[in-house]
């Protein structure tokens, strides 16, 4: 039996005698046609149905009033789900499937319903021959300010669009979808055309920043070139590109910009200089731009580039390439947050050159006349790109450069490289053998394409010079650097570079195993793993669990590297390889190795890049790439190798590996991979889908700001943009939130000890509450003993005093006091440092303690408040020891997979 209780609280609804309007009229007017063709004598009856009718009425007109204490648990479960909405799978983690039981005893208080069901009654006797109306909206009162849809409605009509367009995009629905849902909605609801079509319902939506417009391109594929129009002109030339699709989409900057820095606490967010190794606190910012007076505080904003082609169909070559922009001023959450997209081709790859035209003749207007940001000071900003991150295939079509596989192939420096043999099947590499060679100049650049561009003009056919073979139209970016400001993304060049070609091409490679002489002459690669060294490797693998900022739990290399993506090939490189290498008795020569490029990436990937930390990465890498062609052969010397010997001077430029990598701009592709629903014209449905994201942001944080707007609006909002909430959350303080139903303890003597001396010996009270998990600044943390998770380790901490700490306990404590206070403190056991060290070079003087400690687990219990957490840490096995484990604090606490 169904024991739903009888009032829906949220929306203040009887379930039990709710019935559409329409439905209602239809039965009273069927009535009355039933009262005129009856008897005098059943008189009474009718009566008496009358009588009923009214008490059913009645008790339709008196809605339930949730209590406070309801209201209450909603807006905790709504804060929780805002602390929690930067990530989904933390909020994931955080929404079990606890049970429980809510108060559902509905208030006394009752409000009489003027509209609908009263109005049908005062009808009752109306003739009833003519034809039925279906029941119209009520006026809307000019005098109320929210204009509910209906009475007893709790949602405007502009706050029910914002809910069905952020649920439309948030599943991906189509045009027609939405219109049939608007169908269907139209079928709930008491009146006709509250939405009416799919037309009058986007007059409703929130306006875009910007629309886009087309830039038509020549039709042959040896030429690409821009081709202008006047506006408003019409020729069967421009038909024609329009029915071939030769054109691709801008999105003006300009408009963009104003919209996103409408919003006061993103402004307000904007910084000109770090303490932390951000793209502001880089030499090239620091010195090069601010300290010259290029860049001024307060008046200038800052933009790094990406482009990168994304498969649209797996059965079709068409490609997608998006010119996509972030503000360096930004703190890193907030601009990978803001990211803009600023243009899209459609097609095969395009010309670079036609491409970026229309793009960088917006940025030198923007550097040159700027936009005034509207406000009580107007104010007067002039917006340069300084900083271009894209993959090596990318790179040099949009430098005007050969290709990494041709001589004179590298964007940084005059190596010419060399064709040499590879593998047993006589195929052939360009590899970069050695040290990196002179460097490339934006004054050396710009001389030589003058020099290509008038040899050519003397009639010479001349391929290239150094490598230059076009002059690129990005020179004509002020502030740019053709050569500097291009970095190499540590994404494509050390994750799906090198570290993938040592394991898969090397270590993992059956072909490292030769037949000698002999009919039984075998013999093997010594740093080729074989299969029961990797069935090993693999157990430990496997044996890993990481915490949720890993978002892939380890797969076994066995079968699965083949699928390794970009995250995974870093989560092996920093926290898995070398415990695991350790533990199959891999050969301490290529250990030792490999310890190079994990200890100088290691060094990159810091929040805070001290110069000694700067300097020891270089060497690292330096000795890693100059001592592999001996480690294994040429055939390791490859582009990717080499890039190696510049990021380097990319960290110094631009700051921390993480602050300009790919990550967030290929996260960013699969978003605009997931804007259409259909074969035809992806691109223009990218774009439309985009712009209503666009339109719909401002609207949202104006709802979830507004004091006046209901909470279940708020409520069903973050449900559809951040997933389920849980049921049971409380709200400790703005940073803190505890998750799960607490179980109530007496706390043993030494924990309360502890406890008091935590919070400065302050008395308690002996029963506490115990959560298993909370969250704490965005962090989900659990205890040690929370069974809901199998595979995820969330309990290992290095506190801000250095300390290691397993989470036993999170205590929610009362005071013994007259006036009493709550506090929350976390329990742990300490890891304590053996002194141990995985890895070392003495030569370099640097070790594996930079970035993992090795610890053992005590019996001592310490009490640390939650702001005493400092970072996450990846916990493994220490080799061929169980007493002791591998303690590997997160790189950085941005970077998220």
Same mark, same amino acid.
């Given at each position: ?46 009566? +008496?149905? $009358?009588?009923? %009718?009214? /008490? !059913?009425? =009645? &008790? ?5 009033? #949730? *209590? +406070?204490? $309801?209201?209450? %648990?909603? /807006? !905790?479960? =709504? &804060? ?5 909405? #930067? *990530? ?806 941005y970077e998220r997979d």
């Amino acid at each position: 039996m169904n024991n739903r209780p009888s009032t829906y609280k949220k929306y203040n609804i009887d379930l039990n005698e709710f019935k559409p309007a329409r439905t209602l009229n239809d039965q009273l007017l069927r009535r009355a046609r039933e009262v005129e063709a009856r008897p005098p004598n059943v008189e009474d009856a009718v009566n +008496d149905d $009358d009588n009923n %009718s009214d /008490r !059913s009425r =009645s &008790s339709l007109s008196s809605l339930s009033v #949730s *209590d +406070d204490q $309801d209201s209450q %648990s909603v /807006r !905790s479960e =709504s &804060s929780a789900a805002d602390n929690a909405e #930067s *990530d989904h799978e933390l909020q994931r983690e955080a929404d079990t499937d606890d049970g429980g039981s809510e108060n559902d005893e509905a208030g006394g208080n009752n409000c009489d319903d003027d509209g609908g069901r009263d109005g049908a009654m005062e009808n009752f006797d109306e003739p009833h021959g003519q034809d039925e109306v279906a029941p119209v909206p009520p006026d809307e009162d000019p005098e109320d300010p929210r204009r509910v849809i209906y009475p007893g409605c709790p949602l405007t009509k502009s706050e029910g669009t914002l809910l069905i367009m952020t649920f439309a995009l948030r599943f991906g629905l189509s045009d027609v979808a939405i219109e049939n849902l608007l169908r269907v909605i139209e079928a709930h609801l008491p009146f006709d055309n509250v939405y009416g079509s799919l037309h009058k319902f986007k007059k409703h939506m929130p306006p875009a920043p910007v629309n886009p417009e087309r830039e038509y391109y020549c039709l042959r594929t040896d030429c690409r070139r821009l081709l202008r129009f006047e506006e408003g002109e019409v020729n069967k030339v421009k038909k024609t590109l329009d029915i071939q699709q030769n054109y691709f989409s801008t999105l003006k900057l300009k408009p963009q910009l104003l919209s996103l820095l409408e919003n006061r606490e993103l402004f307000g967010s904007l910084r000109w200089e770090d303490s932390e190794s951000d793209v502001v606190n880089g030499r090239f910012y620091r010195e090069g731009l601010l300290e010259r007076g290029f860049v001024r505080r307060n008046h200038s904003l800052t933009l790094q580039l990406n482009t990168d082609g994304v498969q649209v169909f797996e059965t079709s070559q068409i490609q997608m390439w998006p010119i996509l922009v972030q503000i360096n001023e930004l703190p890193y959450k907030e601009r990978k947050e803001n990211t803009i997209l600023c243009g899209l081709w459609h097609g095969s790859k395009p010309n670079m050159n036609t491409f970026l035209t229309p793009f960088v003749e917006e940025l030198r207007s923007l550097h040159n006349d700027g936009f005034q940001l509207p406000g009580g000071e107007p104010i007067l900003f002039k917006v340069h790109v300084i900083l271009c991150t894209v993959d090596s295939a990318a790179r040099p079509t949009m430098q005007g450069l050969k290709q990494f596989s041709g001589y004179y192939g590298c964007s940084f420096c005059l190596h010419p490289g060399e064709q040499l043999h590879v593998g047993d099947r006589g195929g052939q590499s360009h590899l970069y053998r050695g040290d990196k060679q002179q460097a490339r100049t934006q004054l050396g650049h710009a001389a030589t394409t003058r020099q290509l561009l008038q040899r050519r003009q003397n009639g010479e056919v001349v391929p290239d010079i150094d490598g230059v073979q076009e002059a690129a139209v990005l020179l004509q970016l002020p502030l740019f650097n053709i050569i500097q400001s291009f970095v190499p993304d540590y994404l494509h060049a050390v994750l799906l570079g090198t570290v993938k070609t040592v394991m898969c091409q090397f270590w993992l490679d059956s072909r490292r195993v030769w037949v000698g002489p002999g009919p039984d002459d075998k013999a093997q690669h010594p740093y080729y793993i074989n299969p029961a060294m990797l069935e090993q490797l693999d157990n430990l693998l496997v044996s890993i669990r990481p915490p949720s900022e890993v978002t892939r739990v380890p797969r076994r290399l066995k079968s699965s590297r083949c699928l390794y993506r970009g995250h995974e090939w870093k989560q092996w490189l920093l926290y898995y390889s070398l415990p695991c290498l350790k533990g199959t008795n891999f050969p301490a020569k290529f250990v030792n190795h490999w310890f190079l490029l994990v200890y100088g990436i290691s060094c990159f990937l810091n929040e805070n890049i001290s110069a000694e930390d700067l300097e020891k990465g270089k060497l690292a890498l330096r000795k890693f790439v100059l001592t592999a062609e001996d480690v294994y052969s040429y055939e390791i010397m490859k582009f990717n190798t080499h890039l190696l010997l510049h990021i380097p001077k990319s960290v110094e430029c631009f700051g921390g590996l993480w602050a300009w990598s790919t990550f967030t701009f290929e996260s960013y592709n699969g978003l605009l991979g997931d804007m259409y629903s259909s074969s035809q014209s992806t691109h223009l449905q990218i774009c439309k889908t985009y712009l209503r994201y666009q339109g719909l942001k401002p609207e949202t944080k104006a709802t979830m700001e507004n004091v006046h707007a209901p909470l279940c609006l708020k409520d069903t909002l973050n449900s559809i943009r951040s997933g389920k909430t849980s049921k049971f959350a409380f709200e400790a303080n703005r940073n803190l939130t505890l998750f799960g139903f607490p179980s109530q303890q007496a706390l043993t003597v030494h924990h309360q000890n502890l406890i008091e001396i935590c919070l400065g010996h302050i008395p308690l009270k002996t029963v506490a509450k115990f959560y298993k998990r909370f969250i704490y600044k965005h962090v989900l943390y659990h205890v040690e003993d929370n069974q809901l998770l199998k595979q995820r380790f969330n309990s290992v901490v290095r506190t801000e005093d250095n300390d290691f700490i397993i989470i036993t306990h999170m205590v929610k404590v009362e005071t013994n006091e007259e006036n009493p206070r709550d506090f929350c403190v976390v329990l742990g056991d300490e890891l304590r440092p053996t002194g141990d060290t995985l890895c070392s070079d003495r030569d370099l003087g640097i070790s594996s303690d930079k970035f993992v400690t090795i610890v053992e687990r005590t019996q001592r219990c310490i009490a640390i408040k939650p702001q005493s957490l400092g970072r996450k840490c990846v916990l493994t096995f220490y080799p061929h020891n169980g007493a002791k484990f591998c303690c590997f604090p997160l790189a950085n606490k941005y970077e998220r997979d």
